[in-house]
Nanobody
Framework: QVQLVESGGGSVQDGGSLRLSCAAS??????MAWFRRAPGKEREAVAF???????GYADAVEGRFTISQDNAENTVYLQMDALKSEDTAMYYC??????????????????WGQGTQVTVSS
């Protein structure tokens, strides 16, 4: 059964850290990404990683967030440091079986997780 299961969300104060996990089962991804949607805003891409190891970040999180993976566990992580109130959102992971060009802008994802809430309070 194909699944993406996120975990690790929660509530922190400004400047705090959280680590999100996304475990993939039933398939091997070529590209995995994290997205977020804040109340009243459109979904936005946060970061992506290729199974082969390349990564990329949205400008809003560059230098504060780090995406990584454990290929043996088929799991992708998002380490979020120096969190700000504007990072408050529901965070989702998405996966594609192949390598996607422009993962921060494409909508061509095969699978989505159920989401995990991140709340940052000032």
């Amino acid at each position: 059964q194909v699944q993406l299961v996120e975990s690790g969300g929660g509530s922190v104060q400004d400047g705090g850290s959280l680590r999100l996990s996304c475990a993939a089962s039933g398939f091997t991804y070529g590209t995995m990404a994290w997205f977020r949607r804040a109340p009243g805003k459109e979904r936005e891409a946060v970061a992506f990683i290729y199974y082969s190891g390349g990564t990329g970040y949205a400008d809003a999180v560059e230098g504060r967030f780090t995406i990584s993976q454990d290929n043996a566990e088929n799991t992708v992580y998002l380490q979020m440091d120096a969190l700000k109130s504007e990072d408050t959102a529901m965070y989702y992971c998405a996966a594609h079986r192949s390598i996607l060009w422009n993962p921060l802008t494409t909508d061509a994802w095969n699978f989505w997780g159920q989401g995990t809430q991140v709340t940052v309070s000032s």
